[in-house]
């Protein structure tokens, strides 16, 4: 390390530092440069002061100005629901068995009921509502429950086989694993798989109508009032081959919906249940 000394040809003094012979030059920051760096300094304390900055233990300092962008999004939510305060009256006293596709109301709906679907719904069903194995398609016309707009509106208020809502849609199929034989589900799974062309010839014919046609009907098509699956349409949730399908009849399916009436309000049950209405499945 060098002393410092004053060099003539730059007229500045050196700092002392040499690296491989070349002596650095104590050059003074261009004065611009250090008031702009106070005055950052300055803002910076000041806006510490007036806005929340500085994180304490249970929270952090509020400003003097009391700012807060939480705040500053709930004074927007609030005057964004003022503005559609007519709507939401109008969309809780509609009857839904005569909503008007065609009526403005109903577009708000859709608009709302797609904001809803996405940040509520669409985790199991998919942002396409074409869902995934174990959660139903909203775009086809196989409806377990109903695809009406009032049906979907009672299944997204009530749910399905969930504890915590007494209206909810339930039903429970037995795990014939506790029953039959493995030859015999899988036959009946074999059968199952060939409908609708079976007849009272095709083997596990017998099986299914002393197992099964109770509840899905003697041609597999199903009963909503008691939600049992169409079998004959070829749309399966759990998969349409053979081992899915004898899972399915060994140890059966339990799917839960939660009630949504539960966690949203009228207004957003009513807005979601028309946008799924109205993405194409709805009957």
């Known amino acids: 390390m060098a002393e410092q000394r004053f060099d003539e040809k730059t007229g500045q003094t050196t700092t002392g530092h040499s690296y491989d012979g070349i002596e650095e030059l104590n050059t003074p920051l261009p004065r611009w440069w250090l008031w702009t760096f106070y005055l950052t300094i300055i803002w910076g304390v000041g806006y510490t002061i007036l806005y929340p900055a500085w994180p304490m233990l249970t929270g952090a300092t509020e400003g003097t100005l009391g700012y807060s962008t939480r705040g500053e999004v709930a004074a927007e939510i609030v005057a964004h629901e003022a503005k559609n305060a007519a709507l939401v009256t109008e969309l809780n006293k509609v009857d839904l068995a005569d909503f008007d596709p065609q009526s403005n109301l109903h577009r708000y709906a859709v608009a709302r009921g797609g904001s809803v679907f996405r940040a509520q719904c669409s985790q199991c069903h998919g942002a396409g509502a074409a869902g995934a194995k174990g959660y139903p398609n909203l775009l086809d016309n196989d409806w377990l429950w ?4 009032t049906d979907i509106a009672y299944t997204v208020r009530h749910g399905v086989r969930n504890l915590t809502d007494d209206d909810a849609h339930y039903s429970e199929m037995p795990k014939f694993g506790e029953i039959l034989e493995e030859s015999e589900i899988d ?37 909503r009032e008691i939600g049992a699956p169409n079998l004959a349409d070829e749309i399966w949730l759990y998969g349409a081959d053979l081992e899915s399908l004898t899972e399915s009849i060994t140890n059966a399916r339990f799917g839960v919906m939660p009630a949504w009436g539960q966690r949203l309000s009228e207004e957003d049950v009513r807005a979601v249940s028309a946008y799924v209405h109205a993405l194409g499945g709805g009957e």
């Not at 109903?146 to 707009?149: N, T, V």
């Not at 596990?204 to 109508?209: E, M, N, R």
């Open 146 to 149: 109903g695809g009406s707009l």
């Open 187 to 223: 036959l009946l799974a074999t059968y199952v798989l060939a409908l609708p062309e079976v007849s009272a010839d095709t083997p596990g014919a017998t099986l299914f109508a002393d197992n099964c046609a109770s509840c899905h009907g003697d041609d597999g098509t199903g009963m």
